[in-house]
């Protein structure tokens, strides 16, 4: 696996900015975590920044054993 491009963010930081963005704006609205819908979206965003995370850590992990 190579190198990634610096130019280009990760899925993963997208992701992450994408939520935190999101997060920002419904704390504005208390009246939103009434909505189940908004915890479903905030864990999933969450698992899904995690797994790639995970993964960027495994394929760095890979590059310098071996």
């Known amino acids: 696996m190579g190198q990634p491009d610096s130019s ?12 935190l963005s ?3 704006r419904a704390s504005q609205d208390p009246a939103i975590w009434r909505q189940p819908e908004v915890h479903h979206a905030v ?6 920044v995690m797994v790639n995370a995970m993964a960027h850590l495994q394929a760095d992990l890979e590059s310098t054993s071996g």
């Open 8 to 19: 280009q963010p990760s899925p993963s930081s997208v992701m992450a900015r994408l939520t």
């Open 22 to 24: 999101a997060l920002e």
């Open 43 to 48: 864990l999933i965003s969450g698992l899904t």
